[in-house]
């Protein structure tokens, strides 16, 4: 006899709605989650009746058909059918088929003993087709009451069926204190391309290969997600409806996911519905099942011929049977013209889930330098500007935004770009950088082109969207743009260039930038080498940058910040990020190379010290190499711009980078080589040029833009 004080011990029963589109492997999740054991109730489509019955009894021929139908309606057996009780359950209403399946969770769990004590009843676990979302109130989480198509005695005959088992719920909740509900809702999500399969395989013929949006079911995926997003479920807890839980998370997967990778993927489900994982959910019983709706002999084929997620591949307790991924189960259609459309419609809907799922946010397979993968958290929801000249733009969340694959810049990295910095509510050298990216694209032909006020519209709306004001980058690149067809030959560019405007929170010194004060390390870059303008010329700010990446990977994997490149020649021309500078010391006398003499301290003077950087035959003449070559003139220090060789960098008393980026940053490093005396430690005229640069871009207001007040 079971203690009063132990059975009055709480505990709750989980109730998923699993909303999909058809083939979506919904019915394998449901027999995975059928075989979790005796204190877990699958139920199959148990809104199908009532969906069927509305579709064919409406006021408008819907063109919905299915060689079942009037056997599901009445609940009777086709001949030589000789499973009628499944056709008989389906008379039951879905808030009937609950309220069963909660008594006898609760029955099971009074009558274990070893369940006295514990949180979990159970799990009822719902398969719904996403098109059934409308006969189903996601404020108490019951079938509606009421139907619009409410006009034979059968459907009223359904509508008070379902309002009497509401009610008997919600009163088995109430007797049964210490028993609460919570329910979860899990979508189910598949490629569009693949669930339109239904219609292009032998399934098609079940519904006469009749596609409406309606059956598809992906649109109204989203629906579901908003509504129960919104809170909407809160309503039900908040008005003591029997002891229902008001959780509003809804959880995405993608079926996908589910095939490649079982374990995992039924680890992260679980995990977020608050239940147990149980290995049995890998592996089912070969052919029908018991929670089988009655129409499944025309659907459910494939999955009745599997006998697990394929789970040989992770479960070392496998069998090679084969499951829901075996190659039997693979199909290449080709896609009819009258489906597009409905692909069209569905895309944007999956897009958008495909970011909510549970993968999404772990897709990452390799750690970042920093070890995390924003430095700023808030550019994980950073908003970009993606558009062309011919049709506008638009201001997308970054894992939403793309270019076509037809672009120029994907075809052969036909692009210029330019790095701009927000500092203060300005940006910084903006008619400067503008004015070279529309060199480059004049000098690469670019036609139809966005125009400068164009581009610096798009710069304010996007940085309002942000809301970004200082400390933040911008990544703006100009595309010869979207092409009619896969072509070198710009003659196909026809709807004009294509703009895209990546701002980021970023700081000038960081994990993704440089390291300001305590200086970095170059190497010299072993094979990559400048080109002269005779074979291509660097002042075209282009996207072929080949040449920058294979030296940075060098730099990489030697353990340095960055590679210095030579020219043709074996001159130095830049590093494969920034302009180079060095300053060498022409008198014995020069005070700010003298021992023990402090880079900070404000009396220090730069004289018969000499500022040299390379000639811009070889290199991008940078707009901060600009900048600085001007302020070193302005406080007394001498420049040269000229051929430098390799070794007039080693021997330097300062060597210091310049970039949009990482503004100047000392190097203290080169290929083994200790810059300057002291080495490690920023020289006096790169500290004087630093702070410079500071106050330039705090009080040269004319060298900056200022950006509109933001709403």
Same mark, same amino acid.
């Given at each position: 006899?079971?203690?009063?004080?132990?059975?009055?011990?709480?505990?709750?029963?989980?109730?998923?709605?699993?909303?999909?589109?058809?083939?979506?492997?919904?019915?394998?999740?449901?027999?995975?989650?059928?075989?979790?054991?005796?204190?877990?109730?699958?139920?199959?489509?148990?809104?199908?009746?009532?969906?069927?019955?509305?579709?064919?009894?409406?006021?408008?021929?819907?063109?919905?058909?299915?060689?079942?139908?009037?056997?599901?309606?009445?609940?009777?057996?086709?001949?030589?059918?000789?499973?009628?009780?499944?056709?008989?359950?389906?008379?039951?209403?879905?808030?009937?088929?609950?309220?069963?399946?909660?008594?006898?969770?609760?029955?099971?769990?009074?009558?274990?003993?070893?369940?006295?004590?514990?949180?979990?009843?159970?799990?009822?676990?719902?398969?719904?087709?996403?098109?059934?979302?409308?006969?189903?109130?996601?404020?108490?989480?019951?079938?509606?009451?009421?139907?619009?198509?409410?006009?034979?005695?059968?459907?009223?005959?359904?509508?008070?069926?379902?309002?009497?088992?509401?009610?008997?719920?919600?009163?088995?909740?109430?007797?049964?204190?210490?028993? =609460?509900?919570?329910?979860?809702?899990?979508?189910?999500? =598949?490629?569009?391309?693949? +669930?339109?399969?239904?219609?292009?395989?032998?399934?098609?013929?079940?519904?006469?290969?009749?596609?409406?949006?309606?059956?598809?079911?992906?649109?109204?995926?989203?629906?579901?997600?908003?509504?129960?997003?919104?809170?909407?479920?809160?309503?039900?807890?908040?008005?003591?409806?029997?002891?229902?839980?008001?959780?509003?998370?809804?959880?995405?997967?993608?079926?996908?996911?589910?095939?490649?990778?079982?374990?995992?993927?039924?680890?992260?489900?679980?995990?977020?519905?608050?239940?147990?994982?149980?290995?049995?959910?890998?592996?089912?019983?070969?052919?029908?099942?018991?929670?089988?709706?009655?129409?499944?002999?025309?659907?459910?084929?494939?999955?009745?011929?599997?006998?697990?997620?394929?789970?040989?591949?992770?479960?070392?307790?496998?069998?090679?049977?084969?499951?829901?991924?075996?190659?039997?189960?693979?199909?290449?259609?080709?896609?009819?013209?009258?489906?597009?459309?409905?692909?069209?419609?569905?895309?944007?809907?999956?897009?958008?889930?495909?970011?909510?799922?549970?993968?999404?946010?772990?897709?990452?397979?390799?750690?970042?330098?920093?070890?995390?993968?924003?430095?700023?958290?808030?550019?994980?929801?950073?908003?970009?500007?993606?558009?062309?000249?011919?049709?506008?733009?638009?201001?997308?969340?970054?894992?939403?935004?793309?270019?076509?694959?037809?672009?120029?810049?994907?075809?052969?990295?036909?692009?210029?770009?330019?790095?701009? =910095?927000?500092?203060?509510?300005?940006?910084?050298?903006?008619?400067?950088?503008?004015?070279?990216?529309?060199?480059?694209?004049?000098?690469?032909?670019?036609?139809?082109?966005?125009?400068?006020?164009?581009?610096?519209?798009?710069?304010?709306?996007?940085?309002?969207?942000?809301?970004?004001?200082?400390?933040?980058?911008?990544?703006?690149?100009?595309?010869?743009?979207?092409?009619?067809?896969?072509?070198?030959?710009?003659?196909?560019?026809?709807?004009?260039?294509?703009?895209?405007?990546?701002?980021?929170?970023?700081?000038?010194?960081?994990?993704?930038?440089?390291?300001?004060?305590?200086?970095?390390?170059?190497?010299?870059?072993?094979?990559?080498?400048?080109?002269?303008?005779?074979?291509?010329?660097?002042?075209?700010?282009?996207?072929?940058?080949?040449?920058?990446?294979?030296?940075?990977?060098?730099?990489?994997?030697?353990?340095?910040?960055?590679?210095?490149?030579?020219?043709?020649?074996?001159?130095?021309?830049?590093?494969?990020?920034?302009?180079?500078?060095?300053?060498?010391?022409?008198?014995?006398?020069?005070?700010?190379?003298?021992?023990?003499?402090?880079?900070?301290?404000?009396?220090?003077?730069?004289?018969?010290?000499?500022?040299?950087?390379?000639?811009?035959?070889?290199?991008?003449?940078?707009?901060?190499?600009?900048?600085?070559?001007?302020?070193?003139?302005?406080?007394?220090?001498?420049?040269?711009?000229?051929?430098?060789?390799?070794?007039?960098?080693?021997?330097?008393?300062?060597?210091?980078?310049?970039?949009?980026?990482?503004?100047?940053?000392?190097?203290?490093?080169?290929?083994?080589?200790? +810059?300057?005396?002291?080495?490690?430690?920023?020289?006096?005229?790169?500290?004087?040029?630093?702070?410079?640069?500071?106050?330039?871009?705090?009080?040269?207001?004319?060298?900056?833009?200022?950006?509109?007040?933001?709403?």
């Amino acid at each position: 006899m079971t203690h009063p004080a132990m059975a009055a011990t709480p505990y709750t029963i989980t109730v998923v709605h699993c909303w999909s589109a058809p083939r979506s492997r919904s019915t394998a999740l449901l027999y995975s989650f059928e075989s979790r054991g005796d204190d877990t109730v699958a139920l199959d489509e148990p809104l199908y009746r009532r969906w069927l019955q509305e579709k064919l009894h409406g006021s408008v021929d819907q063109g919905i058909s299915r060689p079942y139908s009037e056997n599901l309606l009445t609940g009777i057996a086709p001949e030589n059918d000789h499973t009628e009780w499944r056709w008989s359950r389906e008379k039951q209403c879905f808030n009937e088929r609950i309220y069963n399946a909660i008594a006898t969770l609760a029955e099971r769990h009074s009558k274990n003993a070893h369940n006295e004590g514990q949180q979990s009843g159970g799990v009822i676990f719902n398969k719904q087709m996403a098109k059934f979302a409308h006969l189903f109130d996601f404020e108490c989480n019951f079938e509606t009451p009421s139907s619009s198509f409410a006009s034979t005695k059968s459907n009223n005959d359904v509508n008070d069926e379902s309002t009497k088992w509401k009610l008997k719920c919600q009163s088995l909740l109430q007797a049964k204190s210490n028993m =609460r509900l919570i329910h979860k809702h899990v979508l189910l999500i =598949r490629d569009p391309l693949s +669930v339109l399969g239904s219609w292009m395989g032998k399934s098609g013929d079940v519904h006469r290969n009749n596609v409406h949006v309606d059956e598809v079911g992906i649109v109204q995926l989203l629906d579901v997600y908003s509504k129960v997003l919104g809170g909407c479920m809160n309503s039900c807890s908040n008005s003591g409806a029997g002891g229902s839980s008001g959780d509003t998370g809804v959880v995405v997967i993608d079926s996908d996911d589910l095939a490649s990778h079982p374990v995992r993927s039924l680890q992260m489900l679980c995990d977020a519905l608050g239940i147990d994982y149980r290995d049995s959910m890998l592996r089912w019983t070969r052919g029908e099942h018991e929670c089988d709706g009655p129409w499944a002999k025309w659907w459910y084929q494939d999955v009745w011929e599997s006998s697990g997620w394929d789970a040989a591949i992770e479960d070392r307790n496998g069998s090679s049977t084969g499951g829901v991924n075996h190659p039997r189960t693979r199909r290449y259609h080709t896609v009819p013209l009258e489906l597009m459309p409905i692909i069209r419609m569905s895309l944007p809907a999956y897009t958008f889930l495909k970011t909510c799922t549970l993968s999404y946010h772990r897709r990452a397979i390799a750690s970042p330098p920093s070890g995390n993968l924003y430095e700023d958290p808030r550019n994980e929801h950073v908003l970009v500007y993606v558009g062309s000249s011919s049709s506008g733009g638009r201001i997308l969340p970054r894992d939403m935004a793309g270019v076509s694959p037809f672009d120029s810049s994907v075809q052969g990295g036909d692009a210029t770009w330019e790095g701009i =910095r927000i500092y203060n509510g300005r940006i910084f050298h903006l008619d400067q950088h503008l004015n070279r990216l529309f060199r480059s694209a004049k000098a690469l032909g670019f036609e139809n082109t966005h125009t400068r006020t164009d581009i610096i519209e798009a710069i304010f709306r996007v940085l309002a969207a942000n809301g970004m004001r200082d400390g933040a980058h911008m990544r703006l690149t100009l595309t010869r743009g979207e092409k009619c067809t896969s072509s070198m030959n710009p003659r196909f560019n026809v709807y004009g260039t294509t703009l895209i405007i990546l701002p980021e929170w970023k700081p000038t010194e960081g994990a993704t930038t440089y390291d300001n004060t305590n200086g970095i390390s170059l190497i010299t870059a072993g094979s990559c080498r400048r080109s002269p303008p005779s074979a291509l010329d660097n002042k075209i700010h282009h996207n072929n940058m080949i040449q920058n990446i294979l030296p940075k990977i060098q730099a990489n994997n030697a353990g340095a910040a960055d590679a210095i490149m030579l020219d043709v020649e074996g001159f130095v021309a830049e590093t494969n990020a920034t302009n180079l500078f060095l300053v060498r010391c022409d008198s014995v006398d020069c005070r700010c190379h003298r021992a023990n003499l402090d880079s900070s301290d404000e009396t220090s003077e730069c004289y018969h010290s000499t500022l040299v950087t390379p000639s811009a035959d070889h290199c991008l003449p940078g707009i901060t190499r600009d900048t600085v070559l001007l302020l070193a003139r302005e406080i007394g220090i001498a420049t040269e711009v000229r051929r430098v060789s390799l070794s007039e960098f080693y021997c330097a008393d300062e060597v210091f980078t310049t970039g949009t980026m990482g503004e100047l940053t000392p190097v203290t490093v080169i290929d083994g080589r200790v +810059v300057g005396e002291k080495g490690k430690r920023k020289g006096v005229v790169t500290d004087r040029l630093q702070r410079a640069f500071k106050e330039a871009v705090e009080k040269r207001l004319d060298w900056s833009t200022e950006i509109p007040p933001f709403c």
